[in-house]
Structure formats: C-alpha cells, structure tokens
C-alpha cells in the first residue's frame, strides 16, 4: 500500500487507487473540497513534495489554467494514489473557517478522467 505524507501531519498508509484528498481526509486531515471533487473550485489544491505523478486530467489542467496556477499546485481531487506520495494540503477547513469542507468526493475521479501527460499539455 503506498504510503502519504502529510506535511505537518505526519504519515499513514492507504489503498492504491484511492482519490488523493479521500486519502488526506482519511489520513485526519481537514482538507477543502467545496465543488465535491469535480476540478471546479481548487480548494483541494496542495503542493508535492515528493511523489508527484506526470499526468493530468483534462479538467484539473483546464482549471489550473484559468486559475493561473498551472505548474504551481495540483488539484487534489483528481489525483489517484499510485504511489508514494509527500504532499502539503493548502486549504484546511480549519484554517478558512468554513462550517464543512464541501460535499463528498465519488470514490472515482470525476469528471471522468482521462489522464494525459503533462508534458503533452504543456505543449498546447
């Protein structure tokens, strides 16, 4: 089972295939999901440490585009755990002083994900 560790909240184990902010979440850790895990609000954004995979969905990178985060950050929500990861939340429930971090994630990346290199979307 690859391993996550949560900058600032230490290391737990979880399933491969798991959501990446279900796997935060599962892990203790309050992190925002506001639109429900569909790369429409970029509150589940974190930032790698280590661990980092080199694809994307369509929508995160859409996104992150319009965002103007795009090679800062990734989106949380449409990330599979495939591997070890090191990861740093930045948007805590706690720390924005929401009532509840959104509705809950599908268990599946959503929109349906197509995963793409990013060195594919860099070029576009």
Known sequence: MPTINIVGFGTCEVAEGTRLVKAIKA??????HRCG?????????VE???GEPDVM???EYEKLKESGLFGKVRLAC???????MTVK??????????S???PEPEDSVTPEAVFIPISELERE
């Open 48 to 50: 790698f440490i280590e």
């Open 78 to 84: 449409q990330i599979v755990v495939d591997r070890d």
């Open 89 to 98: 939340p930045l948007m805590r429930v706690s720390e924005q002083g929401w």
């Open 57 to 59: 969905t369509r929508a």
């Open 27 to 32: 892990c203790g850790v309050d992190i925002g």
């Open 37 to 45: 895990g569909f790369a429409r609000c970029t509150t589940c954004r």
């Open 100 to 102: 509840d971090p959104g």
